[in-house]
């Protein structure tokens, strides 16, 4: 079983302004497409944010991670990132443009990756006030 901090340390992983750890693993030259390593331990969370463009989450290892999801900051639903897809639990999950989402994992650690399409720029992510808690 692979151990957080090994992973945060192979895979070159820093903090991210949303909290836990990120690396960016891959980018189109065109701007098409991005990809990042994303990972949560126990104690953090991935406070709420949204992107003006569609996010697909994929999980990788670790314990399942619950994606908490509002469209309007009140009515909040969750889905679950996870090995065991028969527990309703999902391998992977898009989140649609300009939906606010968050994440926290259900056990010691989640690694999961993040691909936005066209790619990523702070321009087109927005994160709510910090008295907005998951």
């Known amino acids: 079983m692979n151990n957080p901090d090994d992973l945060i340390k192979k ?4 903090p ?3 909290g836990g750890y990120f690396s960016e693993s891959f980018r ?7 990809l990042i390593y994303y990972l949560l331990k126990k104690e953090e969370v991935s406070h709420w ?3 003006k463009k569609n996010e697909i989450l994929h999980f990788y290892d670790g314990d399942p ?9 009140k009515n909040v639903s969750n889905i679950i990132l996870g090995r065991k897809y028969n527990n309703k639990q999902h391998f992977h999950y898009v989140i649609k443009s300009e939906t606010w989402f968050g994440m926290k994992s259900m056990g010691e650690w989640s690694l999961i990756g993040c691909t936005v399409s066209p790619a990523f720029n702070y321009e087109d992510f927005e994160l709510a006030s910090k008295d907005w808690t998951i």
């Open 11 to 14: 895979l070159k992983l820093r």
């Open 65 to 73: 991670i619950m994606i908490y999801l509002s469209k309007n900051k």
């Open 16 to 18: 991210h302004p949303e």
């Open 49 to 51: 944010h949204k992107l």
């Open 28 to 34: 189109d030259k065109k701007g098409s497409v991005s």
